[in-house]
């Protein structure tokens, strides 16, 4: 069985790759290989990482919705429908996302 990737889009710039591990609730965990334009984004996730790790809902939620402004895409490897509206945590080699 192959794997289930995708790739994570921002324009025609590779962010990373996400390649699927499982699933938790709602999120599907996934290994995290930084494409050529991650360090312009990473900023942003260590953000939202942080202010759940401090507990500041605010800031996280303010993360997130410029996670979302950066209007990145899921494009699944293989072919499929691009997907436009998730959220996504990556912290090092891990990424999760949901839709």
Request: aromatic share 10%; with cysteine.
């Amino acid at each position: 069985m192959a794997e289930k990737t995708w790739q994570l889009r921002q324009e025609d710039r590779l962010v990373g790759t996400l390649t699927f591990e499982g699933t938790d609730m709602f999120w599907s965990d996934c290994r995290f290989e930084p494409g050529s334009g991650w360090e312009d984004l990473r900023l942003l996730f260590s953000a939202l990482h942080d202010a759940w790790e401090r507990g500041d809902e605010e800031a996280a939620l303010a993360a997130d919705e410029a996670i979302h402004a950066a209007g990145l895409l899921l494009v699944p490897e293989g072919g499929g429908d691009s997907i436009a509206d998730f959220l996504i945590r990556i912290d090092g080699d891990t990424a999760r996302f949901r839709c």
